[in-house]
């Protein structure tokens, strides 16, 4: 017996095993080729192509097994039966083009492989029937497991091939593809090859028909090299013809290509051609997309391309990538003629930039976009739906307003890059405390609002807690400004079941919080509601008050204590209301710091108090007192040279009074602020010496002019020891740092005789002159010719 397998060295000649290899490998390369080429027409030339290159690769197919069968040499004669080489070389051909056609069936799935089957079955029916047709001096037996496993690998490697090298794109994958299917037509040939054996018999004699092995090798070899090029000779000339009748397609293209948006032409479903916008969309190479089927990439098909009996109408849909994943899309398709065939124009826009901006201007709508939190609308859409859902369960709902304290200061100190970073800060810690249920809103500015569904209030009150807390916290462990806030408690329906109504509950007890000392919270009473709405109306008034011509200064003496000379005047504020009467600045000089009007009312304060000192003719001093806020303002010091230098008065006649509780917060601020001002001359004064902090401390550490001791101290100077004893101390602290004391608020002869004696170098007071308009002092700023140059009070 002989084992065809075993005998593969030994007895096959491996130059025509080479040459059948390398005829296998130009087979599976030209019939990919062609597929590509006809899945890129479509009707009778598509049917054409298919044809040639199911000769191409049915002789392929062919010519490599029986050029392997012929360098096959057993130790016996061999022949081939001509009828039936004929037919296998038919049957190779017939099933081969059979399984390419199904290949190319679009509207079969998986149709590649299920071509590629086929196109195994093809090389099994060849292979077969050539094997029947092999003639040799004795019988053939086969083993059956190995043809078995012959037709598999026919028929897998066949399916792959197919798959790959046309559903994927590329010389990669069509290479791949090739080989495969030469693996396919390999694999299949020698497994079958070693399911053969030859058992010699003498009595059986080879037909004188049949026909010489080394002949039929010539002929397989010339036949299948003439095949091969023909078949290329054929791409070459349709590529050669399309492309001259596409030159003015290209032209084409290229303006194609140089649009923004995808474009399509299609022959019913089928892709002709695409831009390289839309191959960037789906991942592909534009040249790669003529073949493909439009429901490759957008699934409803049929559907969007029956609207184009409304042309320009656009559609939305949903363009899926080769990667797998989707991108949302416009069509516009309309029907057009292309090629002198009628054809679809698509065009293809990417929604992507556009559904962006949607959502944005979405989030916008209902988010502040500083801190990302919920805005205002936003706020009272879920406040209203929250207080339906309490009544409907009989549950509490409590609505917390925050509001930063002195934000705008920090603003003025650190800039609105500081600013801004804190809100985000606030939004980010706040937010951290609150569950699911809860929602924190940004109103606007540095108002936040915190809304939480709860069965008491105790539960508010702890929130509100934590969340001072936090902040405290926060403020701790981050470097800039200090983070301080109130917040006021408002309950629905405790105190009020409509929406404008609690947000205005919870915001009146926020200011009675900011009221009662700052950084706390309180929970909304009957009878904070007058008195928060009567200091709005107060604070509104204010604003308007320097233009409608409400506020006056008056001015009070500033004597020698031991002459008694007037020396100077300070300038108070007065505020005379149409409707409340004269208002106590101790009234609306805090509302003015709180709001920040202050800024305005001392501007203007600043600006008369120099223009009324410039025209006196006695060059008295004029002291003016600035608040806190106006210290730690950035043009605090820009706005003192404009007003002096606008007036024409010089700076050493004005005086700059500050209290100590000015200097607590941010005092290197402060500190700078004074010496510049007392770098172009401006006097710096100490007011109400002793009723602030660290006296001793900050008289080292600012540069002051004088010592201004508070009225509180001398009222019993010559009654109370212990007084007397302060005052003393602190005229002797002021005559050894070299600072003139003045003492204020002297109303009696007995008081006046204490301080002279103990050397205080000037007062102010009743005793001398009770604060008035200037006009009432013209004596001293004006005084007749031949008159002293200072005033004086006994005159």
């Given at each position: 017996?002989?084992?065809?397998?075993?005998?593969f060295?030994g007895?096959?000649?491996?130059?025509?095993?080479?040459?059948?290899a390398l005829?296998?490998s130009l087979?599976?390369?030209?019939?990919?080729?062609?597929l590509?080429?006809?899945?890129r027409?479509?009707?009778?030339?598509?049917?054409?192509?298919?044809?040639?290159?199911?000769?191409?690769?049915?002789?392929?197919?062919?010519?490599?097994?029986?050029?392997?069968?012929?360098?096959?040499?057993?130790?016996?004669?061999?022949?081939?039966?001509?009828g039936?080489?004929?037919?296998?070389?038919?049957?190779?051909?017939?099933?081969?083009?059979?399984?390419?056609?199904?290949a190319?069936?679009?509207?079969?799935?998986?149709?590649?492989?299920?071509?590629?089957?086929?196109?195994?079955a093809?090389?099994?029916?060849?292979?077969y029937?050539?094997?029947?047709?092999?003639?040799?001096?004795?019988?053939?037996?086969?083993n059956?497991?190995?043809v078995?496993?012959?037709?598999?690998?026919?028929?897998?490697?066949?399916?792959?091939?197919?798959?790959i090298?046309?559903?994927?794109?590329?010389?990669?994958?069509?290479s791949?593809?090739?080989l495969?299917?030469?693996?396919?037509?390999?694999?299949?040939?020698?497994?079958?090859m070693?399911?053969?054996?030859?058992?010699?018999?003498?009595?059986?004699a080879?037909?004188?028909?049949?026909?010489?092995?080394?002949?039929?090798?010539?002929?397989?070899?010339?036949?299948?090299?003439?095949?091969?090029?023909?078949?290329?000779?054929?791409?070459?000339?349709?590529l050669?013809?399309?492309?001259?009748?596409?030159?003015?397609?290209?032209?084409?293209?290229?303006?194609?290509?140089?649009?923004?948006?995808?474009?399509?032409?299609?022959?019913?479903t089928?892709i002709?051609?695409?831009?390289?916008?839309?191959?960037?969309?789906?991942?592909?190479?534009?040249?790669?997309?003529?073949?493909?089927?439009?429901?490759?990439?957008?699934?409803?098909?049929?559907?969007?391309l029956?609207l184009?009996?409304?042309?320009?109408?656009?559609?939305?849909?949903?363009?899926?990538?080769?990667?797998?994943g989707?991108i949302?899309?416009?069509?516009?398709v309309?029907?057009?003629?292309?090629?002198?065939?009628?054809h679809y124009a698509?065009a293809?826009?990417?929604?992507?930039a556009?559904?962006?901006?949607e959502?944005?201007?979405?989030?916008?709508?209902h988010?502040?976009?500083?801190?990302?939190?919920?805005?205002?609308?936003?706020?009272?859409?879920?406040?209203?739906?929250?207080?339906?859902?309490?009544?409907?369960?009989?549950r509490?709902?409590?609505?917390?307003?925050?509001?930063?304290?002195?934000?705008?200061?920090v603003?003025?100190?650190?800039?609105?890059?500081?600013g801004?970073?804190l809100?985000?800060?606030?939004?980010?810690?706040?937010s951290?405390?609150?569950?699911?249920?809860?929602?924190?809103?940004?109103?606007?500015?540095?108002?936040f609002?915190?809304?939480?569904?709860?069965?008491h209030?105790?539960?508010?009150?702890?929130?509100?807690?934590?969340?001072l807390?936090?902040?405290?916290?926060?403020?701790?462990e981050?470097?800039?400004?200090?983070?301080?806030?109130?917040?006021?408690?408002?309950?629905?329906?405790?105190?009020?079941?409509?929406?404008?109504?609690?947000?205005?509950?919870?915001d009146?007890?926020?200011?009675?919080a900011?009221?009662?000392?700052r950084?706390?919270?309180?929970?909304?009473?009957?009878t904070?509601?007058?008195?928060?709405?009567?200091?709005?109306?107060?604070?509104?008034?204010?604003?308007?008050?320097?233009?409608?011509?409400?506020?006056?200064l008056?001015?009070?003496?500033?004597?020698?204590?031991?002459?008694?000379?007037v020396?100077?005047?300070?300038?108070?504020?007065?505020?005379?209301?149409p409707?409340?009467?004269?208002?106590?600045?101790?009234?609306?000089?805090?509302?003015?710091?709180?709001?920040?009007?202050?800024?305005?009312?001392?501007?203007?304060v600043?600006?008369?108090?120099?223009?009324?000192?410039a025209?006196?003719?006695?060059?008295?001093?004029?002291?003016?007192?600035?608040s806190?806020?106006?210290?730690?303002?950035?043009?605090?010091?820009?706005?003192?040279q404009?007003?002096?230098?606008?007036?024409?008065?010089?700076?050493?006649?004005?005086?700059?009074?500050?209290?100590?509780?000015?200097?607590i917060r941010?005092?290197?601020?402060?500190?700078?602020?004074?010496?510049?001002?007392k770098?172009?001359?401006?006097?710096?004064?100490m007011?109400?010496?002793?009723?602030?902090?660290?006296?001793?401390?900050?008289?080292?550490?600012?540069?002051?002019?004088?010592?201004?001791i508070?009225?509180?101290?001398?009222?019993?100077?010559?009654?109370?020891?212990?007084?007397?004893?302060?005052?003393?101390?602190?005229?002797?602290?002021?005559?050894?740092?070299?600072?003139?004391?003045?003492?204020e608020?002297?109303?009696?002869?007995?008081?006046l005789?204490?301080?002279?004696?103990?050397?205080?170098?000037?007062?102010?007071?009743?005793?001398?002159?009770?604060?008035?308009?200037?006009?009432?002092?013209?004596?001293?700023?004006?005084?007749?010719?031949?008159?002293?140059?200072?005033g004086?009070?006994?005159?």
């Amino acid at each position: 017996m002989l084992t065809v397998l075993g005998c593969f060295i030994g007895e096959h000649d491996l130059w025509l095993v080479a040459l059948a290899a390398l005829i296998c490998s130009l087979a599976s390369a030209a019939c990919i080729v062609l597929l590509h080429h006809a899945r890129r027409t479509s009707g009778r030339w598509q049917a054409a192509w298919i044809g040639v290159a199911a000769v191409a690769g049915g002789s392929g197919i062919w010519a490599t097994h029986f050029i392997a069968m012929l360098a096959f040499e057993p130790s016996m004669p061999t022949g081939y039966e001509t009828g039936l080489t004929v037919l296998s070389l038919a049957y190779a051909v017939a099933i081969t083009g059979a399984g390419l056609a199904l290949a190319l069936w679009t509207a079969l799935p998986f149709a590649p492989v299920f071509g590629g089957i086929v196109l195994g079955a093809g090389i099994a029916a060849m292979h077969y029937t050539g094997m029947a047709a092999f003639e040799v001096p004795g019988h053939i037996v086969w083993n059956w497991d190995l043809v078995a496993v012959s037709l598999v690998l026919g028929a897998v490697l066949g399916g792959a091939g197919l798959q790959i090298g046309l559903t994927r794109h590329g010389l990669r994958s069509r290479s791949a593809g090739a080989l495969l299917i030469l693996l396919a037509i390999c694999g299949h040939h020698f497994t079958a090859m070693g399911a053969v054996t030859i058992v010699p018999d003498p009595t059986v004699a080879i037909p004188d028909t049949a026909l010489p092995a080394r002949w039929l090798g010539v002929g397989v070899a010339a036949a299948s090299v003439v095949i091969l090029l023909m078949a290329v000779g054929a791409l070459l000339l349709d590529l050669r013809e399309r492309r001259q009748r596409t030159l003015a397609g290209e032209r084409m293209n290229s303006l194609a290509n140089a649009a923004v948006e995808g474009l399509l032409v299609c022959r019913g479903t089928t892709i002709v051609n695409g831009n390289d916008s839309f191959g960037a969309l789906v991942g592909l190479p534009a040249p790669d997309l003529g073949g493909l089927n439009l429901s490759q990439f957008l699934p409803e098909t049929e559907t969007h391309l029956a609207l184009a009996a409304t042309p320009d109408q656009p559609i939305e849909a949903e363009l899926i990538r080769a990667d797998g994943g989707t991108i949302p899309v416009e069509l516009i398709v309309r029907p057009v003629t292309y090629g002198d065939a009628p054809h679809y124009a698509v065009a293809v826009r990417d929604l992507r930039a556009r559904r962006k901006a949607e959502g944005q201007i979405q989030f916008l709508a209902h988010h502040d976009p500083l801190t990302g939190l919920a805005n205002r609308a936003s706020f009272n859409l879920r406040l209203e739906r929250e207080m339906k859902l309490a009544a409907a369960t009989g549950r509490k709902l409590a609505v917390l307003c925050l509001d930063l304290d002195r934000f705008k200061e920090v603003n003025d100190l650190f800039g609105h890059q500081a600013g801004d970073s804190l809100l985000v800060t606030v939004a980010r810690t706040v937010s951290g405390l609150l569950d699911e249920n809860q929602l924190m809103a940004r109103l606007g500015g540095d108002e936040f609002a915190v809304l939480m569904p709860c069965d008491h209030a105790v539960s508010a009150g702890r929130l509100a807690e934590a969340m001072l807390e936090a902040l405290r916290g926060e403020s701790r462990e981050v470097a800039g400004p200090t983070i301080a806030t109130s917040i006021g408690i408002a309950l629905y329906p405790d105190n009020a079941d409509e929406r404008t109504l609690l947000l205005s509950y919870a915001d009146t007890a926020l200011y009675r919080a900011k009221s009662e000392g700052r950084g706390t919270y309180r929970f909304f009473e009957a009878t904070m509601g007058a008195q928060v709405r009567d200091r709005r109306l107060l604070e509104h008034d204010l604003r308007y008050a320097v233009a409608r011509g409400e506020m006056r200064l008056v001015y009070q003496p500033q004597s020698d204590a031991a002459t008694g000379a007037v020396i100077g005047f300070e300038v108070l504020l007065r505020w005379q209301h149409p409707e409340r009467g004269a208002v106590s600045p101790a009234i609306f000089i805090p509302v003015a710091e709180e709001s920040g009007v202050i800024l305005q009312l001392g501007e203007w304060v600043l600006r008369e108090a120099c223009r009324e000192a410039a025209t006196w003719k006695n060059p008295l001093t004029v002291a003016v007192n600035v608040s806190g806020v106006q210290v730690h303002a950035p043009n605090l010091v820009p706005l003192v040279q404009d007003v002096l230098h606008e007036t024409g008065l010089a700076p050493e006649r004005l005086e700059i009074e500050v209290t100590e509780t000015a200097l607590i917060r941010e005092p290197a601020r402060a500190q700078a602020t004074l010496r510049q001002l007392k770098s172009i001359g401006v006097r710096i004064a100490m007011d109400d010496f002793g009723t602030g902090y660290s006296s001793l401390s900050n008289l080292r550490s600012y540069p002051f002019d004088k010592i201004k001791i508070d009225a509180s101290f001398i009222r019993t100077v010559d009654s109370n020891e212990q007084t007397a004893a302060i005052v003393r101390s602190v005229l002797g602290l002021g005559r050894g740092l070299g600072m003139p004391v003045l003492a204020e608020g002297v109303e009696t002869e007995e008081e006046l005789r204490f301080l002279v004696k103990e050397n205080c170098a000037a007062v102010q007071g009743f005793l001398m002159g009770r604060p008035s308009p200037i006009a009432t002092f013209s004596h001293f700023t004006h005084p007749a010719p031949g008159g002293p140059d200072r005033g004086d009070l006994a005159a």
